[in-house]
């Protein structure tokens, strides 16, 4: 078991750093699960079988040493060397590798649970949610709100409330499944969403926006102007940068695309059912929708809710909308 038990836990190590290094496209998920599923395999034969086991030898020790000093004392031997207590605990004690595996099994069921089903924590990455969401914040997304699914599968269990415009929402990536993205709903399944000159607009109502003081963007030193919008029943603040240009360059072949039109204005969308049309927040430097096309609802992940930490900006905890 030990020779299995270091085999299992270098493939674990192996995979985490080929995936770390950029070899493999890595699946948390997929990862935990069997983390779960292997540990909780030890813990069960932990349970029925090894320590059943060393409590046997150790009841069998306390026999055999308590046999020995009755016959010692019958030979007149009152006091005997030995430590019992320490024999037995030693007996008792749990082995390296299921202190490694069964030992872990209840810490990472907890954790599998919470991630799978209630929340799970997120960084931000790039700055395509800037000004809602900046670079180096972590978030925490719930799971629940849109359904329960079972993990690595992502079958929806339960219905929950469905995505409506204005949600901020991390999904998997539709070109390469195994990244996660975060954007904005702007369409839902059955919308008209147009994005002309720089102007959103759904189902041909312009989606209400009012200028406010410009966003200073720390990376390129320079003042965005900024804007709020009111997509939801709240509204959020977006930028828009007036010297990058309204067409969309570079839109790839997606799934529905004959339900988009692009001119040099910009793109005009009819969002199909399961599907939602996302954008960011930074919308002139966002690879969203516009782009690589619409999200189906199989790729929904959850609703992002609240900013736990930003170690740079410890300002920036609290929920956002």
């Known amino acids: 078991m030990q020779i299995l038990t270091s085999l299992i836990l270098a493939a674990f190590v192996a995979y985490a750093g080929a995936w770390y290094v950029g070899r493999v496209d890595g699946n948390f998920a997929l990862m935990l699960f069997l983390a779960v599923l292997v540990t909780g395999l030890y813990w069960l034969a932990e349970r029925l079988y090894f320590w059943p086991k060393r409590r046997r030898a150790a009841a069998e020790l306390e026999a055999s040493v308590a046999r020995r000093n009755a016959e010692l004392r019958q030979q007149g031997v009152s006091q005997v060397d030995g430590d019992v207590a320490k024999a037995r605990a030693e007996l ?16 990472i069921l907890v954790v599998f649970l919470l991630r799978s089903f209630l929340f799970e924590p997120f960084k931000i990455p790039s700055g395509s949610m800037i000004p809602t969401l900046l670079v180096g914040d972590l978030i925490l997304v719930n ?6 699914r079972l993990p690595v599968i992502n079958t929806k269990l339960t219905e929950g409330t469905a995505p409506q415009r204005g949600d901020v929402m991390v999904f998997r990536y539709p070109p390469k499944p195994s990244l996660d993205y975060i954007k904005r709903v702007v ?19 312009p989606v209400p926006i009012e200028p406010v003081a410009d966003f200073f963007d720390e990376d390129s030193m320079r003042y965005v102007k900024q804007y709020e919008e009111r997509l939801g029943e709240k509204p959020h603040r977006l930028l828009i940068d007036d010297d990058r240009p309204a067409f969309i360059p570079g839109a790839e072949q997606f799934p529905n695309r004959d339900n988009c039109r692009y001119s040099v204005e910009g793109v005009v969308c009819t969002v199909p059912q399961g599907h939602y049309f996302m954008m960011g927040d930074n919308r002139d430097n966002s ?14 992940v959850g609703r992002a809710v609240f900013v736990w930490m930003n170690f740079s900006n410890l300002t920036r905890i609290g929920p956002f909308h």
């Open 287 to 300: 690879l969203d929708s516009r782009y690589w096309g619409f999200v189906p609802d199989k790729n929904i």
């Open 143 to 148: 799971k629940y709100h849109y359904g329960l």
């Open 187 to 205: 369409g839902v399944p059955g919308d008209e969403v147009s994005y002309l000159n720089k102007r959103l607009s759904i189902n041909g109502v």
């Open 92 to 107: 008792l004690a749990q082995p390296w590798w299921l202190d490694w595996t069964a030992g872990l099994f209840p810490v």
